[in-house]
């Protein structure tokens, strides 16, 4: 029969009229997927993402939080990923408890500034000010609208906050019905992350401008801007043990403690090398002697509490997630991947139908004829080996996208992930040459095991590991538009071959079943 089909037409077709027919479907075929596949992704991504913009982000600023009857308070932002206006849709507060963040009160979508007064927590923005009492948010009148505030803190144990109009900038302090100026503060611009601190009747003012963290008392005789720490990336001023103390994170993320002790800034004997980047960060202490509390931020729902016991590192505890990303990002993003995968899949089993009409499906050699593997066993094995190779460093790459945080040991040093992509390669290194091994040598590999083909040299013997790895290789080039190229190359060569089978003289054939490998010779075959 085999020759027959040879006399018919010469180049592996049953009939002319058959080759035409398949020369013509597979051409507008490979063609019409060629097209499809540039335009799936595109309306894959249309369609999934209004799932990605109704979701939300949650986010928890740590720079705004307080330390309010033993725990840390602070306030809770939640936004739809589809709002342009930026504004929140819901916020409340929360505390940080030992199984994670509690609800404490809701707060609609207002974003205020926390300070704790002994019993009392207050909320203050520039339009805005509250009481939380018994779980609830009472409203406090506010004659009038603040300017642009800084963070507030307590003065004379009254609210106070640094106020920003175009005139300039001063200290406002609450006097239970109104905002009253206490002390104006020329040359202070609040452009440069301004944050006050009471001392004593007095005030201390911080700012950052450059890399340098300077300190101001306005009320001293001979005021000047004193240096407190140099090139911190983020800082907190607060008060520990009835000292003015400063908290900051330098360059290297190493979180360093120094106070005031009138004359000049030192440290107190408290450092930490943080783990991951850090954006901002607060420091508490309830009363002079107790523990000290840091809190620090990474991204907008990344939270990692620190404590210590004087200069005793006690533990951390971390909140939140740990990526900058939403949740189920990473899988989004490979959607449209894994469509047009499946959009080569159907081709093969498209062609495949064809060929099995309009070609010649067996080999034969020296008195043996062998059924060539088709083209939908050849995908479905390509698949599984894919699978093999691709599977360890999706899962590499969507746990270093998770975690993005703890990859980064420092803003500048991501040693973690420079380890995870070296081991990705050598992975991928191992799986090329071990695969190119095991099909040289047996003429297969997971994939075809498990689809009952093989790959040998067109004598019918195992091709060699040399020929195996010419074979991998020209995969780059089979593999172009999600192996488009292969698998048109196998529906229109005579001995169904890639380009990687014609420059390493291999056919692909079945290993089960009758006309295989594994079937007895034709009498009189050699």
Known sequence: MHQEQETATGTGYLSEDGKKTFTIVAGVLGAFFFVVQFAAPIVVMIVAMPVMFRSTMTTASAESSALYQGRVHLVETTRGLADESGAPSKSRIVRIESGGLEEVAPLGGWQPWLLADGDRLWLISSTRMGLLENGRVNPVEMPEPLGEIRRPFLLGGKPAVVESRPDGARVMAWQGDTWRETRPLPGVDCRCGV????????????RQEEKTLYAIDPAEEKAKWNVVVTAPSSWYAFEMDGQPTVASIGSDSE????????????????????????????????????????????????????????????????????????????????????????????????????????????????????????????????????????????????????????????????????????????????????????????????????????????????????????????????????????????????????????????????????????????????
């Open 195 to 206: 944050q006050a601190l009471a001392r004593g009747e007095g005030v201390l003012i911080f």
């Open 255 to 526: 979180l360093g403690i120094v106070e005031y002790d009138g004359r000049r800034w030192r440290s107190v004997g408290i450092s930490r090398r943080l783990k991951g980047y850090t954006s901002s960060l607060a420091g508490f202490q309830a009363q002079a002697g107790s523990s000290l509390i840091v809190l620090t931020q990474a991204y907008p729902n990344s939270l990692n509490l620190f404590s210590w016991e004087g200069t005793r590192f006690v533990g951390e505890r971390r909140f939140g997630q740990s990526s900058p990303f939403p949740r189920g990002m990473f899988l989004l993003m490979m959607v449209p991947q894994v469509s047009v995968m499946l959009l080569s899949l159907a081709l093969a089993a498209i062609l495949s139908a064809l060929m099995r009409t309009h070609r010649v499906g067996s080999y034969a050699y020296q008195g043996r004829e062998i059924e060539f593997a088709s083209l939908t066993r050849r995908a479905i094995s390509q698949l599984v080996d894919t699978g093999i190779l691709a599977l360890p460093m999706a899962a590499g790459f969507w746990w270093m996208f998770e975690h993005l945080e703890s990859d980064l040991s420092g803003p500048e040093i991501p040693w973690r992930l420079f380890t995870l992509v070296g081991a990705l390669f050598a992975w991928m290194v191992a799986i090329f040459f071990g695969f190119s091994a095991t099909e040289g040598f047996w003429g297969t590999s997971p994939g075809k095991w498990l689809t009952g083909i093989r790959v040998v040299g067109t004598d019918l013997r195992p091709c060699g590991f040399g020929r195996a790895l010419l074979r991998n290789l020209l995969k780059l080039i089979d593999g172009f538009f999600n192996f488009l190229v292969g698998i048109l190359m196998v529906a229109f060569t005579e001995k169904w071959q890639r380009l990687g089978d014609l420059a390493a003289r291999t056919i692909v054939v079945r290993s089960t079943g009758r006309n295989s490998l594994s079937a007895p010779r034709l009498p009189g075959g050699n």
